[in-house]
């Protein structure tokens, strides 16, 4: 079969386009570890109350076992709710020993939200009647930035937090 030079060209370069995007795909799932939140619960966005997790008392950092840790975190427009210490003000840092596994559960009563920690594998989206759940291990100490990567409105911007993973 005679394939005129340029259109080689172009299958080459087709093909190859393809091989990279995998490659990129399978370096960012099986390397990274970055994968889809889960979306297999729902819950009423009107009263996020009724679920246990999303209780106000029960927002933000729990120890659940030896290293193991659950937060609960509400997302809302323009603000993540981590609850509040014991002095009554907004948590706006969660602690947490290098090592251990950490499973984020989070939900929103407004509108689609983001949850990312830069700089880990913790990349969700957040839904309304939704809740969006990932358990990850915080293998590397550091400061890591929680950023809303979803446009949710004018103040958008001021949605933050931080994980520090300490020693
Ligand atoms: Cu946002």
Not at 122 to 127: C, D, F, G, R
Not at 130 to 146: A, D, L, P, Y
Request: hydrophobic letters at 40%.
């Amino acid at each position: 079969m005679h394939l005129h030079k340029y259109e080689k060209i172009w299958l080459i370069f087709g093909m190859g386009s393809l091989a990279l995007f995998l490659a990129i795909i399978g370096f960012a799932a099986f390397w990274k570890g970055i994968h889809p939140q889960s979306h297999i619960e729902t819950i009423d966005p009107q009263n996020i109350e009724a679920h246990d997790a999303f209780k106000p008392e029960n927002l933000g950092l729990h120890e659940v076992a030896d290293g193991k840790y659950i937060v609960n975190i509400v997302a809302s427009a323009f603000n993540y709710d981590f609850g509040t210490d014991e002095n009554g003000n907004a948590v706006k840092t969660i602690r947490v020993p290098k090592g251990s596994t950490v499973l984020y559960q989070i939900t929103t009563k407004d509108v689609v939200h983001g949850f990312q920690v830069a700089g880990t594998n913790i990349n969700m989206m957040v839904e309304p009647g939704h809740i969006s759940r990932f358990e990850t291990v915080m293998k590397n100490t550091g400061e890591f930035t929680v950023v809303c990567n979803e446009y949710c409105g004018i103040g958008h911007h001021l949605m933050f937090g931080t994980v520090e993973v300490y020693e």
